[in-house]
């Protein structure tokens, strides 16, 4: 069974830092392309971070470039968020997905496997 499991979500203090956790299992194939993506109350969700697995080559949202990294440990099968100098309005449900063949960051259609998502609260 695929599945995907995120850890390290939390509340911070605006400036404040956390790092996500996603890990796979249950693959037989290995995902073209991994990602972060968020929702907060109200809003659509929006890609955050995706990294393409074959090449690492990394894309992310406009407001989040600078402060959070996207990285992948393929020994561990564990995708990571690095978040640094928080914002309120980063302030969401975060998910990680897999796409299997093609993906874009802002495009959730492309991403069949979910997570079920780890809060992230950010507070002035």
């Known amino acids: 069974q695929v599945q995907l499991v995120e850890s390290g979500g939390g509340s911070v203090q605006a400036g404040g830092s956390l790092r996500l956790s996603c890990a796979a299992s249950g693959y037989s194939y290995r995902p073209y392309c991994m990602g972060w993506f968020r929702q907060a109350p109200g809003k659509e969700r929006e890609g955050v971070a995706i990294?393409?697995?074959?090449?690492?080559?990394?894309y992310y949202v406009d407001s989040v470039k600078g402060r959070f990294t996207i990285s992948q440990d393929n020994a561990k099968n564990t995708l990571y968020l690095q978040m640094n100098s928080l914002k309120p309005e980063d302030t969401a449900m975060y998910y990680c997905a897999t796409a299997r063949d093609v993906c874009t960051l802002g495009d959730t259609k492309w991403y069949n496997v979910w997570g079920q998502g780890t809060q992230v609260t950010v507070s002035s």
């Open positions: 990294i393409v697995t074959t090449n690492g080559r990394t």
